[in-house]
């Protein structure tokens, strides 16, 4: 194991933020970073080595591969994370737009040119349905993540919590809730659901896959 790997294993060991999940997460990122950053010609780095040029570096590669907004803007998120322990914040600008990283595109199974608005959702007769759009908006759900999402489980006051078997990849990650129109919207995601999924109890994951589309 290169020595960048196994300090950033170790700096997430003695820095257990957030859940399980997160946790597991962020190593996993980071440990594929260590790897990125040897691949762009950086070696022998150790943890407090980080600076400007490795983030811009990084932050090219990723958009040369054509990796998602979001993808992107969730391993910075983990770089800003790094940058902090080490108490090096300021190597890492705090506006993603200093990088190019434009915002995420929302609802993009209806069109990748479009997205819903208020008078499209007036149009949808499903009420589960329309709050899984309302949902995607609100959070950026992937559509297979705003249908199988149990509301009230997911619900962790700060943070909408996903399981790994809701999401694309399997992974569990956690989403801040960040504002009123957040919460509101989530709240009565719960009220519709109760318990349970987006999915009406009549009605299999499938059956209500086709109806949304």
């Known amino acids: 194991m290169r ?9 997430c ?15 996993r990122v980071l440990d594929l970073v260590a790897n990125q950053l040897h691949d762009l ?35 910075m998120s983990e770089l ?21 990283i434009g915002n995420r595109q929302y609802v993009t199974n209806v069109s990748k040119a479009r997205q819903m ?10 009420p589960y349905t329309a709050m899984s759009l309302r949902l995607q908006a609100a959070f950026g759900l992937r559509r297979g993540e705003s249908i199988k999402i149990r509301p009230e489980w997911a619900d962790r006051g700060d943070t909408l919590a996903l399981k790994d078997t809701w999401t694309k ?6 989403i801040p809730i960040r504002n009123a129109e957040q919460r509101q919207v989530l709240d009565e995601a719960k009220a519709l659901a109760g318990r349970g999924s987006l999915i009406p109890a009549e009605r299999s994951y499938v059956e209500q896959l086709r109806r949304f589309e």
């Open 41 to 75: 010609g950086y070696r022998h780095l150790a943890a407090a080595s980080l600076k400007p040029k490795h983030v811009e570096g990084l932050v090219e590669r990723w958009q040369a591969e054509g990796l998602a907004v979001g993808t992107i803007k969730n391993r």
């Open 169 to 174: 990849g399997g992974r569990a990650r956690e």
């Open 13 to 27: 060991r003695r820095n257990r933020d957030g859940s399980y999940a997160t946790q597991r997460d962020r190593e």
């Open 80 to 100: 800003r994370w790094w940058a902090e322990k080490i108490g090096k914040q300021n190597v890492i600008a705090r506006d993603n737009d200093h990088y190019g």
């Open 117 to 126: 608005t208020g008078g499209d959702l007036a149009r949808i007769t499903d």
């Open 3 to 11: 020595d960048l790997n196994y300090e950033l294993k170790q700096l």
